[in-house]
C-alpha cells in the first residue's frame, strides 16, 4: 500500500536535485531539521510533534492532491531536505515551503527546489494563490522567498493579524 | 523538449502533465467520452492520457491541456492528435466536465491552436474527424470556419463513420 | 522529467525516443511479445511506445531504453513504472529480439532497481512474470527476488508478482 501511493507522486528534477515521494525512512531527518538544539529559525519541535507535522503534509497528497516532497540530490540520492506545497489545518491557501538539513545550506538548493515546487503549485491553483509563512527574523528564508520574486501580502498579514510572521505570496494575486 | 504556450484571454494552453491527470481520468469515466473511445475506467484512461503526453516526443506536437488562467483548473484539450494508425493529424478539441460547456472555451482554445498550428508551424491545412452523432463538435467545427472535405485521405480505421473538415489558415480569424 | 542516464558494466540506460519504435515494433510483432499484450500490429506499439514516453512526463520516471555501450544497439525496454492499473510499481523488463542469453535483463534490471531505490525513495518493488516464462523467472531469480503470489493483471492477465529484496538487502 505504502509502495503504490508513494509512487504515484509526480517527481520532480531541476538542475542538482531530484524530488521525490516522502518515505517513512526520511522521517528521523525530518525531525532531525525541526530539533530544538537547532539553529534553524522555526518552531522547535520534539520526535513526536516532528513525526505528526510530516504525516500532515505526506497525508496531503492523498486529501488535497498535493503535498511534500522530499529533496535529494540527483547523484547519489543523498537526501538534503524538503519542500512541500502544504495546507496545514487553520490554513487559508496552500503554503510554499522548504527545509534543509544544515550541512546542506547555503548552496541555493531551497531556492532551486521551491522554484519547481512554486511552478507545480502554479499548474494546480494558477499564480497567486500559493504563500509562505516566513517569521520576521529568518533572513535566509526572505531571501529565498525575494528569490523566488514572491511579494509581501501586507494585507493578508494584517488580514490574519500575524505578529511576527510575514506571508509572501508567489505569483500576482488574481 | 520545450513544447509551446498559448494564451488566450481565459485560458493557458501547454503540454499536458500530471496535474492534467485527475481531470481527464474523470473526463474518461463518463458517457460524454463516447466520442473519444470511451468511457474508459481509470486504468486505461490514465495509459490513453500517458500516450497524449508521449506523443509529443514522438511528433514534436500534440495535444494542449487547457487551463483556466482564473484558478488553474484542467478543462480540457485542444491540439493535433496523430497516433501511428493516423494518415495525417487531426485538430482535436474536448472539454473535461459538462460544467465548462457552453462558455466558449472549446472555440476560444482551437482558434489559438489553430492560429499556431498555421503561423508557427506553418501547417497549410489540417483536418478534423467529426461524428456524425457529435452535434456540438460539428457547431464548433462550422464556426471555427472548417468545411466538409470528401477528398481527404480516408479516415483511420478506428474512426468509422466520421466526416473530415479541413481547417484552412484564411478562414480561421483569430479572436482577439 | 528528462530521464538520466545511467551506465552499467556493458550497458547504457537512457530517454525511450521515436528512434526506438522500428525495434519495438518488430518485437512486438513477434510470438516472443505474448507475455506482455503481443503480437500486436505497428499502430499499437506506437501507441505503447507513446504510453510509455507519457509515464515519464506524467510520473516523472519511467523505463528505460537500453543500449549496448560499445555498439549503441538498443537492446531493451527496461526500468521503474507504475501504470494506473497495476497492482503495485514495478521493476519490467523487455528485452528485443536477439538480444536474449547475455545476461543484459539482469544487469539492466539491477540498475534500474538501484536507481529507483536510491532516487525515488521506493522501499520495496515488484516484477510481473507470465507463469510460462521461464526466462523471465530466472532474471527475476538471478535479482534475489521470490515469486510471493498472483494477480489476474488487467491487460495480462493470470501473472505472478515476484518480490525483490528490500533496499538494505541488496548492494550497491
Not at chain 2, 506523443?55 to 483548473?73: H, I, P, S, T
Not at chain 2, 457547431?139 to 466520421?162: I, Q, T
Request: contains cysteine; hydrophobic residues 40%; negative net charge.
Amino acid at each position: 500500500m505504502a509502495a503504490r501511493f508513494g509512487a504515484l507522486v509526480p517527481v520532480l528534477e531541476t538542475d542538482r536535485l531530484i524530488l521525490r515521494a516522502p518515505c517513512v525512512e526520511d522521517v528521523p531527518d525530518w525531525s532531525a531539521i525541526f530539533a530544538p538544539d537547532d539553529d534553524f529559525l522555526g518552531t522547535p519541535m520534539d520526535a513526536e510533534e516532528a513525526f505528526a507535522n510530516f504525516a500532515t503534509y505526506v497525508g496531503g497528497w492523498m486529501l488535497n492532491g498535493h503535498g511534500i516532497w522530499t529533496m535529494t540530490l540527483r547523484g547519489d540520492g543523498t537526501r538534503i531536505g524538503f519542500t512541500m506545497v502544504g495546507l496545514e489545518w487553520g490554513d487559508a491557501e496552500p503554503e510554499l515551503g522548504w527545509m534543509l538539513l544544515p550541512a546542506y545550506r547555503g548552496h541555493g538548493y531551497a531556492t532551486e527546489a521551491a522554484d519547481a515546487a512554486r511552478d507545480h503549485a502554479f499548474s494546480l491553483f494558477g499564480p497567486g494563490e500559493t504563500v509562505s509563512y516566513i517569521d520576521a527574523g529568518n533572513i535566509k528564508s526572505a531571501r529565498v522567498a525575494q528569490k523566488l520574486s514572491a511579494n509581501r501580502d501586507y494585507a493578508e498579514e494584517a488580514r490574519l493579524g500575524l505578529q511576527d510572521v510575514h506571508v509572501w505570496r508567489h505569483g500576482a494575486h488574481p | 523538449m520545450t513544447s509551446p504556450v498559448l494564451h488566450t484571454e481565459r485560458l493557458v494552453l501547454s503540454a499536458p502533465g500530471p496535474e492534467d491527470m485527475d481531470a481527464m481520468v474523470q473526463f474518461f469515466s463518463e458517457d460524454r467520452a463516447q466520442f473519444y473511445g470511451g468511457p474508459l475506467g481509470p486504468g486505461p484512461a490514465w495509459r490513453r492520457f500517458s500516450e497524449y503526453a508521449g506523443q509529443w516526443a514522438f511528433r514534436g506536437y500534440g495535444f494542449f491541456a487547457v487551463r483556466l488562467k482564473d484558478g488553474g483548473a484542467t478543462i480540457g484539450l485542444a491540439g493535433p492528435y496523430h497516433p501511428g494508425d493516423f494518415p495525417e493529424p487531426e485538430m482535436a478539441w474536448l472539454l473535461t466536465s459538462e460544467a465548462y460547456e457552453g462558455k466558449g472555451y472549446a472555440r476560444e482554445a482551437s482558434t489559438a491552436v489553430l492560429a499556431h498550428l498555421f503561423s508557427d508551424l506553418k501547417w497549410r491545412s489540417v483536418v478534423s474527424y467529426i461524428d456524425p452523432d457529435n452535434h456540438a463538435s460539428r457547431a464548433l467545427a462550422l464556426k471555427l470556419g472548417a468545411e466538409p472535405d470528401r477528398d481527404s485521405p480516408p479516415p483511420p480505421a478506428a474512426l468509422p463513420g466520421v466526416q473530415a473538415f479541413r481547417h484552412w489558415p484564411g478562414a480561421n480569424r483569430v479572436v482577439a | 522529467m528528462t530521464p538520466p542516464t545511467l551506465t552499467t558494466a556493458r550497458l547504457t540506460l537512457g530517454p525511450l525516443g521515436p528512434e526506438h519504435f522500428d525495434t519495438m515494433a518488430n518485437f512486438y510483432a513477434s510470438d516472443r511479445s505474448q507475455y506482455v499484450g503481443g503480437p500486436q500490429e505497428s499502430h499499437r506499439t506506437w501507441r505503447t511506445l507513446a504510453t510509455e514516453i507519457g509515464h515519464w512526463t506524467l510520473r516523472g520516471y519511467g523505463r528505460f531504453a537500453v543500449s549496448e555501450s560499445a555498439t549503441g544497439a538498443f537492446v531493451g525496454v527496461i526500468g521503474p513504472w507504475y501504470p494506473e492499473g497495476w497492482p503495485e510499481p514495478e521493476i519490467g523488463w523487455d528485452l528485443m529480439d536477439g538480444f536474449e542469453g547475455r545476461g543484459y535483463a539482469t544487469e539492466a534490471a539491477q540498475a534500474a532497481r538501484n536507481w529507483a531505490y536510491t532516487h525515488l525513495g521506493w522501499t520495496t518493488a515488484i516484477s510481473l512474470v507470465a507463469p510460462a516464462n521461464a526466462g523471465s523467472a530466472k532474471v527475476a531469480t538471478r535479482l534475489g527476488a521470490h515469486h510471493e503470489s498472483d494477480v489476474d493483471h488487467i491487460l495480462f492477465g493470470q501473472l505472478q508478482i515476484w518480490r525483490h529484496p528490500a533496499p538494505a538487502e541488496v548492494g550497491p
